[in-house]
């Protein structure tokens, strides 16, 4: 069975940093895009980041842009987040999510393959 399984969240106070990381099994992780998305309560989900199937390229939405760094380790079927000066409206269950490409729309949950369950980030003092 395909999963993706998240971990490393939890409680940060403001301005602190986390690394996430995302265990890929049951297909074959290194060919697909590796992407992170955020669902606040009470909103929309959210895209975040990109990274292609190599590692190569990285792409980030503006709010995350400087932030966040988006990783991978093909060898060890991982994806990362590290996210870094983190504030209160980041609070938000992170799901990473995967695409076999090309994307032309990371904004688009029907791009996606493949999601994790989540892990929940909480940023307060």
């Known amino acids: 069975d395909v999963q993706l399984v998240e971990s490393g969240g939890g409680l940060v106070q403001p301005g602190g940093s986390l690394r996430l990381s995302c265990a890929g099994s049951g297909f074959n992780f290194s060919v697909y895009a590796m992407g992170w998305v955020r669902r606040a309560p009470g909103k929309e989900f959210e895209w975040l980041a990109a990274?292609?199937?190599?590692?190569?390229?990285?792409y980030y939405t503006r709010s995350v842009k400087g932030r966040f760094t988006i990783s991978r380790d093909n060898s060890k079927n991982t994806l990362y987040l590290h996210l870094t000066s983190l504030k209160p409206e980041d609070t938000a269950m992170y799901y990473c999510?995967?695409?076999?490409?090309?994307?032309?729309?990371?904004?688009?949950?029907?791009?996606?393959?493949?999601w994790g369950q989540g892990t929940q980030v909480t940023v307060s003092s």
């Open positions: 990274i292609s199937s190599g590692g190569t390229n990285q």
């Open positions: 999510v995967a695409a076999l490409g090309p994307v032309g729309d990371w904004s688009s949950e029907s791009e996606y393959n493949y």
